[in-house]
């Protein structure tokens, strides 16, 4: 049976603007998701690496678009050991709850130009809390996403704070809000339950558009 993981992850750029995306044809697994719902915490889980992506309990705090090299590596016993190099790509949260409708617009802007028209996004990871589900600012964020055509995985994020059949419940109801063409995954970034289904589904997005 094949097993997943993601290495040697390093911050690699920042960018505001398309002239700063980084150049090359690396494939790009965005993450993105309303303020506070965990994504630098999400990063630095999928990644093992505690410091990599900045964490504040600010909303709003990662304020521009981060980009972290890493690879995905897959290890199977009888096919051996494959990696493909990606950048995990930090984008801001949306709904700011401390900053100026100036900024609040700006970022938006630059958020939109990033996902609609960077050419190595293979898949955004849209994060929302799976305490949450129902959330019309996470709806909103879904809808405009879809009717891009930016291709998606919903992630079910602080999965440890429910019970079973909580999780199970509010995971179906991710499914039936936000439709995509895989199902939604939970995950948990303080014990990375669900790591390993969640490495698996980026490893094989990452390597469809790598061939």
């Not at 051996?80 to 617009?105: M, S």
Request: charge should be positive; aromatic fraction near 10%; proline fraction near 5%.
């Amino acid at each position: 049976m094949a097993s997943y993981d993601i290495i040697k992850a390093a911050y690699a750029t920042t960018a505001v603007r398309r002239d700063q995306y980084p150049e090359g044809n690396v494939p790009e697994v965005a993450f993105l998701g309303r303020s506070n719902v965990g994504k630098s915490s999400l990063i630095n889980s999928l990644c093992n690496h505690r410091g990599l992506a900045r964490v504040s309990g600010a909303p709003g705090k990662t304020q521009t678009i981060n980009y972290f090299s890493a690879a995905l590596r897959r290890r199977d016993e009888e096919e051996g050991e494959q990696r493909l190099p990606f950048y995990l790509v930090d984008l801001p949260g949306y709904g700011f709850a401390k900053t100026g409708g100036r900024n609040r617009d700006m970022w938006s802007a630059f958020i939109g130009e990033y996902v609609t028209q960077s050419p190595n996004l293979c898949v955004l990871c849209l994060l929302v809390d799976l305490r949450h589900p129902g959330l019309a600012i996470d709806q909103q964020a879904y809808d405009w996403l879809a009717s891009a055509g930016v291709p998606l995985q919903i992630v079910g994020t602080k999965a440890d704070k429910l019970k079973a059949n909580e999780k199970n419940r509010n995971l179906a109801q991710l499914n039936k809000l936000f439709p995509s063409d895989r199902p939604a995954l939970a995950y948990s970034s303080l014990k990375r339950d669900g790591f390993g289904p969640l490495a698996k589904n980026l490893f094989e997005r990452v390597l469809a558009v790598s061939r």
